[in-house]
């Protein structure tokens, strides 16, 4: 079984997203184009609600990169595990931590295995902004993912603690 080192992952571009309050709610900017360079340009968008408790992922894509938005209702405990052999970071795991007290954008780069826990009581809303359609135009492809939920033993786990 592989073991990661806690640290920064290349390519993860995480970012503090700002909430604009006012007497109606707030308002937070998700991504803008002149942020975002090309090749991780969104080709879609999606939000998902996740109970408290439940983890999502741990997964990788091979061509797919996610740019994730964690504003609210709920928070989360963030977990990316560098697993490209190429890469100057393999072998580190980042940790973070955001939702409705810390708003954050992450990008996700091909390859780098990554998952999400709700934590806290509340549910939590999550909007994934990917540079590719899922399962391709008119969703004719094979879906680009690599799924490590239920493989035993794997190193990435919710359940190890680093």
């Not at 996740?50 to 994730?68: C, E, K, L, N, W």
Request: hydrophobic share 35%.
């Amino acid at each position: 079984m592989k073991s990661f080192s806690v640290g920064v992952i290349e390519g993860v571009i995480v970012k503090e997203l700002k909430k604009y309050l006012d007497r109606r709610g707030w308002l937070c900017e998700l991504f803008r184009s002149d942020e975002v360079s090309e090749e991780v340009f969104p080709q879609m968008s999606y939000c998902s609600l996740t109970y408290p408790g439940i983890v999502r992922g741990p997964h990788a894509h091979r061509f797919q990169t996610d740019m994730f938005c964690f504003v609210g209702p709920g928070n989360f405990e963030i977990r990316l595990w560098d697993n490209r052999q190429d890469s100057a970071t393999y072998g580190n795991m980042l940790r973070l931590y955001g939702g409705v007290d810390r708003p954050l954008s992450i990008i996700v780069p091909p390859g780098v295995v990554h998952g999400y826990k709700v934590i806290g009581t509340e549910p939590g809303m999550v909007f994934n902004c990917p540079n590719r359609l899922y399962a391709g135009r008119d969703r004719k492809e094979e879906v680009d993912e690599i799924r490590y939920e239920d493989v035993q033993g794997s190193p990435f786990s919710f359940n190890n603690e680093q």
